[in-house]
């Protein structure tokens, strides 16, 4: 990847950290060259380039602002449309996005292990920090999406724009059935699955940090697959109380006959 094309990405790894707006004014030059850890030369190349694309606009003796946010190919993002609904009305297909995910993120994760700069692997521990800050304040929903924020950081620091772009464009599918994952996990089995997620999350990283491509492939395999079968085991729990409930009085377990305290 050209270190032209390197700053931009971090850049607008930046913007979306950060969560700015259009109309927000991004840093000084010279505070996003140390943030990002280049040049201002480069600084202020990626945002000519990103303003050429309307992605930031420079005011002359303003500084720079976002102008829109940089979102992925806008056909990926329209043929996700769709499942979102799906897994809306039928919460199985939430099965299909681990596979999905399962697929890219081993790719992602042991690329990442390999191309990490110093900045992506910065950003992976702040994902990781904000995702045990809202863990440990009991905010379930920003937990939710600190988590899907940090299976994306590690996309980023692949650096293959088309995994990224794929992941950018799940994103939202990915994060709606993240949210539904940490609900039931957690309502049914915490602090103890809070505790295992955050442990393998921890591994991830610390493979990814360590430069361990085998060991990121293996750390977000096994903690995929812990989400399975952990969501699998409680739907048949689930299912099977629902039969239960359904069954004709006479034949109902004795503890459902009696009627509640």
């Known amino acids: 990847m050209r270190l032209a094309d390197h700053v931009v990405e971090k850049l607008l790894a930046l913007v979306q950290d950060r969560g700015l707006q259009p109309g927000q004014k991004l840093p000084a030059e010279r505070q996003l060259a140390e943030e990002l850890g ?19 606009s420079a005011r002359r003796g303003d500084g720079t602002y976002v102008q829109q946010i940089h979102k992925p190919a806008e056909w990926l993002q329209e043929a996700m449309v769709p499942l979102a609904g799906l897994i809306e009305s039928d919460p199985h297909y939430r099965y299909d996005v681990l596979e999905t995910r399962h697929a ?7 690329l990442a292990a390999q191309r990490a700069t110093a900045q992506d692997k910065a950003h992976i521990q702040r994902c990781f920090e904000v995702m045990l800050q ?13 988590d899907a924020q940090f299976h994306l950081a590690i996309a980023e620091a692949s650096h293959n724009l088309v995994l990224v772009q794929v992941m950018q464009s799940l994103f939202t599918v990915v994060l709606s059935t993240v949210e539904r994952n940490r609900h039931d996990m957690f309502r049914l089995s915490a602090p103890v ?17 360590d430069g361990d491509p085998q060991r990121a492939r293996e750390c977000i395999g096994e903690h995929l697959e812990h989400v399975r079968t952990t969501i699998q085991r409680m739907d048949e729990d689930r299912a099977r109380r629902e039969r239960s409930m359904r069954l ?10 009696q009627p509640p305290p």
């Open 38 to 56: 280049v040049s201002r030369t480069s600084v202020r190349e990626a945002i000519q380039k990103l303003t050429s694309q309307g992605v930031l």
């Open 104 to 110: 890219l993120e081993t790719s992602t994760a042991w």
């Open 134 to 146: 809202h863990q440990q304040s009991g905010h379930a929903e920003l937990a939710a999406r600190a």
């Open 193 to 209: 699955t809070l505790q295992a997620l955050t442990a393998q999350h921890q591994a991830l990283m610390q493979a990814i940090l």
């Open 248 to 257: 004709p009085l006479d034949l109902a377990p004795q503890d459902l006959k």
